[in-house]
């Protein structure tokens, strides 16, 4: 047993490495580390026909781990807190208006695609972070799995695209780039964002919290609207 979860610790780890070199030579969507590395071990995981629970015990310091890499996004955010006060309005109307174009859209275009209501009510939370946005599908009655879903497709769309709209728009603006990628791509977006720099990075940081916030804000706000355009 001791030597099952070492080897599932060891191999997420090695199986990372290999995505992350992989993803140097071939930069891109498809050969994200965390798409790369999340294929690979599924593909191990099949062939060894190791059960996936005892591989989540093996792992599980990398899960306590993601504690500790949250917290860390503090340092940023108090180390440039003066410059976040100084646009709080910016910020916050950014956020605030971004959410709701999220929300609308998302919905919306469920309901063009004939998705369905459940798909409809999923959907809402998709530009939070997973966790919450897990919660607050539960809370809307929607489907958890489905929501994680389309957390994931929003999050790697936004790091895929997020550098082509910069290049394309000619984005020079730390705050706008930072919003951008902690709205439209989460965490992965934030690890994005501080390859751009430390004021890209904490405005990502706060912007998965205050967006987070702001969303759950207009999903109930907004609920008696998507309902009525179901039910039309």
């Known amino acids: 047993m001791v030597l099952l979860k070492t080897c599932s610790l060891l191999g997420t780890v090695l199986a990372y490495w290999l995505a992350k070199r992989i993803n140097r030579r071939k930069p891109g ?130 790091v895929f695209l997020g550098p082509k709209i910069i290049r394309h728009f000619s984005v020079r603006q730390p705050l706008a780039i930072g919003m951008m990628y902690g709205l439209g791509a989460h965490a992965l977006g934030t690890v994005k964002a501080f390859e751009h720099g430390d004021i890209e990075g904490t405005c990502s940081s706060l912007s998965l919290i205050v967006g987070a916030v702001l969303t759950v804000v207009w999903a109930y706000t907004l609920m008696p609207v998507i309902e009525a355009w179901m039910m039309s």
Do not use: C, K
Request: no cysteine.
């Open 29 to 158: 969507l498809l050969f994200s580390p965390a798409i790369l590395a999340t294929l690979l071990l599924i593909g191990v995981l099949i062939v060894s026909e190791v059960p996936y629970d005892l591989y989540v015990q093996g792992t599980s310091l990398l899960n306590e781990m993601l504690s500790v890499v949250t917290v860390a996004f503090a340092v940023p955010l108090y180390r440039n807190w003066s410059i976040l006060v100084a646009n709080w309005r910016v910020i916050v109307f950014s956020l605030g208006l971004g959410s709701a174009i999220a929300v609308l859209a998302g919905v919306s275009t469920t309901l063009l695609l004939g998705l369905g209501s459940d798909a409809a009510i999923s959907v809402i939370p998709r530009s939070i972070t997973l966790p919450i946005a897990v919660g607050l599908s539960q809370a809307l009655d929607g489907i958890p799995s489905l929501t994680a879903v389309f957390v994931m497709l929003t999050s790697f769309a936004g």
